[in-house]
């Protein structure tokens, strides 16, 4: 077989492609520019409920926005002080008032003169500045500015790089080189190894951190993925599991003090007072607290927690409130309606944890927060109705991937990790245009399909081709409809041998199989004779 005649076999294929791919981004912006001019119509000329006039807010009022907006921070021995940040004032910057459970001003001045020394808490990873996330770790992968960047690891000594370890994120393991460019080694979940078929490649890669210890200019790496957290030492072989999931993926770590930072550094933390600690909540709401130097691990369950470890004692801080925002965003509207006008109860605990993971209560601080005060658009709201019939045109393949995929992967489209993802975001651009079974759009795919039958059957040139691009338009609908025509348009002649329509994608006829005039040789011209 020619190599001409092996590309025709990729070419079609890839032309029909490329062609649906192009007309359903098209439909899709579409779509999206007509629900974006509906939204910016009803977002500036509805009307708004709860839109009042300022009023000057009475003492009473002030002091429980105060409170409401102030700081609530623990000394070790579980008092309570409320610290309230003052208006920006000319010449006076960073002014803080601490006042204690009872509303007692205790001190005024700048925040760095504080007088007294609060607890400090473990911080989310993904907002330590010198964290590395799957997002940015996917952006490696892609075409785009960084597309030519990579994770290397160098090991230094006396100022001299002795050695890079380069991190694979499809094979899911690093790669030694030492000075010359020479392969040293590998490093995967069970440690380094000498040869590429005896190292194992980590699981999903979720996030990590690195710094570099006191006495060495190497980094040590904090690596999670999606069960398990390790610890790299490049520079002494080692890779130590520090944490590991069986029954759940890892949704999301805090750090304090685990990193050997220098003094003068951001986020440093004396280790003289605090012990290192790693704080991981996985997605079945359970919470486990690994100590680096007892070795110890934790689990305790406690709703919305922060947690800190002094040389002494563990302490769990816990907040709480009668009625929390909901999470779905449709849910929303609905909450806020039903809390406009109403106080809500709030409240912040202490608990100090022994080594069993029992929690003793130290201090509670309630406090009242004013109603919520944001107005709501009244009247009908026309956005979803638009959406609704505009998604009536998208394929109803839409449906049937979703359902493939199922329901969990709901969940990750619009999670934050995922974020600027070419995956996840053409997976939310689904969700927000699939018609979700609807009747129009199962009526809208049989008129295309009843169209395609009429425009292709007298331009058929077989039965597979022709049932092919019935199915296809009835997939994909609108799209699949222009795309066939894009592919698949001729003109349509008389047959002079039957009389009836006919295409000229073939010599004969498909209804009577008569062959196309041909023109008399030495006669070229049809129309007029020579």
Not at 66 to 94: A, M, Y
Not at 402 to 422: C, H
Not at 440 to 450: D, G, P, T, Y
Not at 453 to 465: E, L, N, V, Y
Request: include cysteine; glycine fraction near 6%.
């Amino acid at each position: 077989m020619k190599l001409q005649n092996k590309f025709q076999y990729i070419a079609k294929p890839a032309k029909v492609f490329m062609a649906a791919f192009i007309i359903l981004i098209a439909v899709s912006i579409l779509q999206g520019i007509c629900i974006g001019i509906v939204w910016t119509y009803t977002h500036t000329n509805r009307p708004r409920a709860g839109e009042k006039p300022e009023a000057e807010l009475s003492q009473e009022e002030k002091r429980k926005e105060r409170i409401t907006r102030s700081t609530k921070e623990f000394l070790p021995d579980g008092t309570i002080h409320l610290i309230s940040r003052l208006e920006h004032i000319s010449g006076r910057i960073n002014q803080e008032q601490i006042y204690d459970a009872n509303d007692n001003l205790l001190w005024e001045g700048p925040s760095d003169k504080r007088p007294y020394e609060y607890l400090s808490w473990a911080k989310q990873f993904r907002r330590y500045r010198n964290g590395f996330t799957e997002e940015q770790m996917k952006d490696t992968r892609m075409i785009t500015i960084h597309f030519s960047r990579n994770v290397r690891v160098p090991v230094q000594s006396d100022n001299k790089t002795k050695q890079i370890w380069r991190y694979h994120p499809g094979a899911k393991y690093f790669t030694g080189y030492n000075a010359s460019g020479d392969k040293i080694g590998y490093g995967g979940s069970t440690g380094f190894a000498d040869s590429k078929s005896k190292v194992k490649p980590f699981d999903e890669f979720r996030l990590f951190t690195a710094w570099c210890p006191k006495d060495s200019f190497s980094p040590i790496l904090l690596w999670q993925t999606q069960r398990r957290i390790y610890q790299i030492n490049f520079e002494k072989q080692n890779i130590e599991t520090i944490f590991e999931s069986t029954d759940t993926d890892i949704e999301k770590i805090s750090l304090h003090a685990w990193r050997d930072l220098k003094p003068g550094e951001k986020e440093y933390i004396d280790h003289n007072k605090y012990r290192p600690l790693i704080h991981c909540q996985t997605e079945d709401g359970k919470n486990h607290l690994i100590f680096r130097e007892s070795k110890q691990q934790l689990n305790l369950s406690v709703p919305h927690p922060s947690f800190t470890a002094t040389k002494q004692d563990t302490y769990v801080r816990s907040f709480g409130s009668d009625s929390f925002m909901p999470k779905d965003i449709k849910l929303y509207n609905k909450w806020l309606e039903e809390r406009r006008g109403k106080p809500r109860n709030l409240w912040t605990e202490l608990y100090k944890a022994d080594n069993q993971g029992n929690l003793d209560l130290l201090n509670r601080y309630d406090w009242t927060a004013p109603p919520l005060s944001g107005s709501m658009a009244t009247g009908r709201d026309p956005r979803p109705a638009v959406k609704r019939y505009l998604s009536q045109f998208s394929p109803p393949l839409y449906d049937v991937i979703m359902r493939l995929l199922g329901r969990k992967i709901l969940t990750s489209v619009y999670a934050y990790e995922n974020r600027g993802d070419f995956f996840y975001g053409l997976l939310q651009m689904i969700l927000e245009i699939r018609p979700y079974s609807g009747v129009i759009n199962r009526i809208f795919s049989a008129l295309m399909m009843v169209y395609v039958f009429w425009h292709g059957w007298p331009r058929r040139t077989s039965w597979a081709k022709f049932i092919f691009w019935l199915v296809f338009a009835g997939l994909f609908n609108i799209a699949g409809l222009l795309t066939y025509l894009a592919l698949n348009h001729t003109a349509v002649i008389k047959c002079p041998a039957c009389g009836k329509r006919r295409g000229l994608a073939q010599v004969d006829c498909v209804r009577c199989r008569g062959q196309l005039p041909a023109p008399e040789r030495g006669k070229l011209d049809l129309i007029i004779s020579a």
